[in-house]
């Protein structure tokens, strides 16, 4: 706070002041020590901003899905910064096959593991980097797949996982019903927070892995609804 007063050449107060504004009009949500935008119908942020924030709890978040990954072999990553960790982790020792819509994940992998690579077609989407439309919807809607690790915008338990783009909300949901296993993965910034497109339910999840934010009362209580909460 007092560096972003000093940098800006306001009061502490005013930045509390224009936080508190900011969070009632509903465009950023504050927590202990920060707060962060709300990604809505008009506004996400990028790949370069996620790839910035929350590194260490992001890192602990993909260590600890990919160690539930049982003895899946054909796996869906999504889109993001998060997903792309979870790749990174992925085990060498046993063929896997791994279907995404990122073209970073995709890369990565090809040029760093020994899994069989199927990158989705479709139009790209330079914020995220990821493509979508019918395209990737449809070879979405051919495969059968072990497991889905999933991240979202928003998840709250009034109205399940969703994201700001309907097109990516569609690929999100292609991926949810092609899998048999799905694990949702983000940050406890992401909890209680609801945007434009809703792409699925809560108890379509086995598992929710997030990190320590997210209060153990509201990780029970998310845990009701079906999937078992981990906060690492």
């Known amino acids: 706070m007092a560096k972003l007063a000093a940098e800006l050449a306001v009061s502490a107060e005013t930045i509390r002041r224009d936080l508190r504004l900011l969070e009632k009009h509903g465009l950023l949500r504050r927590t202990h020590g920060g707060a962060y935008p709300v990604e809505t119908a008009k506004f996400e942020t990028d790949l370069a901003i996620r790839t910035t924030r929350g590194v260490p709890e992001k890192r602990r978040i993909a260590a600890a899905a990919v160690a539930l990954i049982g003895d899946a072999e054909t796996i869906f990553i999504d889109e993001g910064f998060t997903p792309q960790l979870i790749a990174e982790a992925l085990p060498t020792d046993r063929p896997l096959t791994v279907v995404t819509a990122s073209l970073n994940t995709a890369a990565w992998l090809s040029t760093n593991s020994p899994a069989t690579v199927l990158l989705l077609g479709g139009r790209v989407r330079g914020r995220t980097l990821a493509t979508v439309d019918h395209w990737a919807s449809g070879m979405l809607a051919g495969f059968v797949l072990d497991l ?73 209580r998310y845990s009701r609804l079906g999937p078992q909460v981990l906060r690492v």
Not at 149 to 160: D, L, P, Q, T
């Open 148 to 220: 889905a690790f999933v991240g979202a915008n928003g998840i709250s338990r009034e109205v399940g996982l969703t994201t700001p783009d309907p097109a990516v909300a569609d690929v999100k949901a292609h991926a949810v019903r092609a899998a048999r296993r799905r694990i949702f993965v983000g940050m406890h910034t992401k909890f209680g927070v609801r945007t434009f497109c809703r792409f699925a339910e809560i108890s379509d999840f086995e598992s929710l892995v997030t990190d320590t934010g997210l209060p153990a009362s509201e990780a029970h």
